[in-house]
């Protein structure tokens, strides 16, 4: 298993949290993003850096994922494409989107997006808090778990 973050937007504890996962249990783990990523030295991290534009990370991840890949995204769009493909995808807050919701969740999306575009004040998602960390902490372990018994 591969692990793919979509790192522009994916918050900096949630970065951690993959870091030392990806050394405990010595899995690959790249964090893409159009600007320049510090990540650990570690054989088993790296970021790769893809260039300025619009969705040129968020396609290249979609391109690269194979079978049994997971991807960590708050991206609906992209998650959708990747439910798509098949691929395992974890949203920051440890919501797992899969065939089962990822339509709800690109309705949602949609419908707030043209509600802001309307001029309606509809406030983002709310801060990360320690319940989301743990939330996310414990999915990817489950994920994780399950993976390594299939």
Wanted: hydrophobic fraction near 50%; include cysteine; glycine fraction near 6%.
């Amino acid at each position: 298993m591969h692990i793919w973050v979509d790192a522009d937007a994916c918050p900096a504890v949630i970065k951690d949290i993959l870091f030392r996962m990806a050394d405990r249990l010595k899995l690959p783990l790249t964090l893409v993003a159009n600007r320049l990523l510090r990540v650990p030295a570690s054989p088993h991290i790296r970021a790769l850096q893809v260039p300025m534009g619009f969705d040129v990370a968020d396609n290249h991840i979609v391109e690269a994922v194979t079978h049994g890949d997971l991807v960590i995204t708050a991206d609906i769009p992209l998650a959708a494409a990747l439910v798509e493909k098949g691929t395992l995808v974890l949203s920051p807050r440890g919501e797992r989107y899969s065939a089962d919701n990822i339509r709800e969740r690109l309705a949602l999306r949609d419908f707030m997006e043209g509600m802001r575009g309307a001029g309606a004040d509809i406030a983002g998602p709310s801060a990360l808090s320690q319940a989301d960390r743990q939330a996310f902490a414990r999915q990817l372990e489950r994920l994780l778990a399950q993976r390594r018994v299939d």
